[in-house]
Structure formats: C-alpha cells, structure tokens
C-alpha cells in the first residue's frame, strides 16, 4: 500500500511539472492571432514561415521557454533586455500576462516605474488561446 501510494505521488507529480501552465483553444488562438501577425511572424529554425508576419516584433517561434529579449539580431528595447539580463525566461502564463499590459509587466517585473515595451497593448479575446496556439507552433 505505501509502495503503491509514493508511485502515485511520483507519478502526479511528474505529469504536473510536464503540463502545460495554462490551457488554450488552438483553433480560436489562431483566428485572433491575426491581430499579431502585423508585428510578428512565427519562422521555425531551418528559416521556414510557420505564420508569415511583420518584422517589427521579434519571432515567435520558441518564445516559450526562451530568455526575454534573446532573438538574435533584433533590436529589442532596453527593458525587454534588461529583464532578459535577469534571467527572465517565458512561459505561458508570463507571455498571456505580458501581451495584455506590456509596459505595467514589465514595470512591474522590473521595479522600475519607467520601464516601457514596445509592444502595443493588445485587445486579444483571451490571451491564453493565443499563447496556445504560438507553442502549438514551436513544439
């Protein structure tokens, strides 16, 4: 009985730590991240266009798990860097956050009241689908 209950805990406990850290509609995340795609474009590793987009923000693919204000080559502003500088790495949740108040994130984040992004606050219908979708893309 003991042995069969630590298995259990074992077991629960890996299959949380592997879960994702919020949950998403893929499909509906796709449909409004439209609305990113004037910034962004998700291009995989071998330089194929996932999702064609703009260059004005940096690629997505991979921002799950990636340091803040790590895109090689592009020119992100100083606070995505210095929160990059701090070890801050994406996660679901952090990027759901972030794309709904960018600049209270990260003055927030930061401690600095002066701290700005710059990403447009976006009016997404629920940021977590969109999140969703962007790993979908990355995995």
């Not at 921002?63 to 210095?82: C, L, M, N, P, W």
């Not at 990027?95 to 401690?111: M, R, T």
């Not at 969109?130 to 790993?135: K, L, S």
């Given at each position: 009985?003991?042995?069969?209950?630590?298995?259990?805990?074992?077991?629960?406990?890996?299959?949380?730590?592997?879960?994702?850290?919020?949950?998403?509609?893929i499909a509906a995340?796709?449909?409004?991240?439209?609305?990113?795609?004037?910034?962004?474009?998700?291009?995989?590793?071998?330089?194929?266009?996932?999702?064609?987009?703009?260059?004005?923000?940096?690629?997505?693919?991979?921002?799950?798990?990636?340091?803040?204000?790590?895109?090689?080559?592009?020119?992100?502003?100083?606070?995505?860097?210095?929160?990059?500088?701090?070890?801050?790495?994406?996660?679901e949740a952090s990027?759901?956050?972030?794309?709904?108040?960018?600049?209270?994130?990260?003055?927030?984040?930061?401690?600095?009241?002066?701290?700005?992004s710059g990403m447009?606050?976006?009016?997404?219908?629920?940021?977590?689908?969109?999140?969703?979708?962007?790993?979908?893309?990355?995995?």
């Open positions: 009985m003991k042995t069969s209950l630590i298995a259990t805990l074992t077991a629960l406990t890996f299959a949380t730590l592997s879960a994702p850290a919020i949950a998403g509609d995340g796709e449909k409004d991240f439209r609305k990113c795609k004037a910034c962004h474009s998700i291009v995989d590793d071998s330089g194929e266009a996932l999702v064609k987009g703009g260059k004005t923000g940096p690629n997505l693919y991979g921002v799950v798990g990636r340091t803040a204000g790590s895109v090689e080559g592009f020119r992100y502003k100083d606070s995505i860097v210095a929160l990059g500088e701090t070890g801050f790495v994406w996660d990027i759901a956050e972030y794309v709904v108040d960018p600049n209270g994130f990260l003055k927030d984040k930061l401690g600095d009241s002066s701290a700005k447009v606050k976006q009016s997404l219908k629920v940021p977590e689908d969109v999140v969703a979708y962007i790993a979908s893309l990355s995995q």
